[in-house]
């Protein structure tokens, strides 16, 4: 009788370990799913984004970070499509979200800086600035210091924006827009020549647009260079005649 009751306890000792093995296997199968699920609804909505349905990427994204609530990726995604739709809170709630998840992506920490510096919110930009270029996997850290540089710009402290581009020149000598915007700096700043020395270097690696030949037009006409002003200005009317910048040179005569 002892005998049947151990072998009767071990019949459901079996029966319920299967059972819980045949649940958890089941909870795994399904966050695996959410996961899958999560990511398909992720890139969906990024396509939607992309395409400027705004709302319809809210929907997926929104729908992804509930699958999945640490994919940070969509949050980001659907931090710049409450951006998209003007709605500041949350995409602010949707970029601690995505930087909360992920806090070694230098991309996120970038575009969540960008973000604060439109609201500006210079301090907690610059924080996240810092924190994207220094990652030493970020191996575009120039792009992530020429942003911090135009942030600082904003803010004005052109001096800490001068330290930021030079230091994106220093990672890399000829990044054209690092080049342009020390040379717009120092033309805000009216020096001049040095505004004409970083125009030269942009423009001997860089593709030149009627604004920056309009921008060396105004440089040389600073320097009081009247041939060298010309040359800009005759180039500009000729290879983009129908450009903004040359219908304000024909219309200052």
């Known amino acids: 009788m002892n005998m049947s009751k151990l072998i009767i306890s071990g019949a459901v000792c079996v029966v ?6 045949s649940t958890t296997t089941g909870s795994v199968s399904r966050r695996v799913d959410n996961i899958d ?8 909505g990024a396509r939607y984004y992309k395409q400027g349905s705004y709302f319809l990427a809210r929907d997926r994204l929104e729908l992804a970070t509930k699958l999945n609530p640490k994919l940070a990726l969509a949050y980001s995604a659907l931090a710049l499509t409450y951006d998209a739709l003007d709605n500041k809170r949350l995409a602010t709630k949707a970029y601690e979200a995505a930087v909360r998840n992920a806090p070694r992506d230098f991309d996120i920490q970038n575009a969540y800086a960008v973000f604060l510096c439109r609201q500006r919110e210079f301090d907690r930009a610059d924080k996240f600035f810092q924190k994207a270029m220094k990652h030493r996997e970020n191996d575009f850290a120039e792009v992530t210091m020429t942003n911090a540089g135009v942030c600082m710009v904003q803010r004005p402290n052109l001096d800490l924006a001068e330290s930021y581009f030079r230091a994106a020149l220093e990672r890399r000598s000829n990044y054209g827009e690092a080049l342009l ?3 717009l700096l120092k033309f805000q700043r009216q020096d001049f020549l040095s505004a004409r020395a970083f125009l030269q270097r942009f423009m001997l690696t860089n593709t030149t647009t009627a604004g920056i030949l309009y921008l060396g037009s105004r440089i040389e006409d600073e320097l009081g260079d009247n041939r060298a002003r010309a040359d800009f200005e005759n180039r500009l009317l000729s290879e983009y005649p129908t450009s903004p910048e040359a219908r304000k040179v024909l219309s200052a005569g």
Do not use: F, K, R, S
Request: proline share 0%.
């Open 16 to 21: 319920l370990m299967a059972g819980c093995i």
């Open 181 to 183: 915007q020390l040379c």
């Open 37 to 44: 699920a999560a990511e398909q609804n992720y890139q969906l």
